[in-house]
C-alpha cells in the first residue's frame, strides 16, 4: 500500500507529458486523493492540492451543465 501512492505520482507527472483527456486527469486526481486518505499521507502536498483543485472545479462545471458527458439531458 505504500508504494501506491508513489506510483500514482509517477503515473500523474508521466501522463500529464502526453497531454491526457481532461476526464481521463479527474479519474487520476479521484484515484490519487482517495489513495492519499487511506494512507494519511500529509495533506499540503503540492500533488493533492492541485487534485483537489482540478476536482473541484470539475464539480462546480459539471452542476453548470444541462446535459451528461454523453449529451443526453440530465434528469
Known sequence: MRLALPIALAL???SALAAPGERDQLNACKAMVA???QAG???DDPALVRCRQIIKEWTLRDSRR???ENGQPLK
Open 35 to 37: 489513495q492519499s486518505q
Open 12 to 14: 500523474l507527472s508521466g
Open 41 to 43: 499521507t500529509a495533506q
Open 66 to 68: 444541462s446535459v451528461d
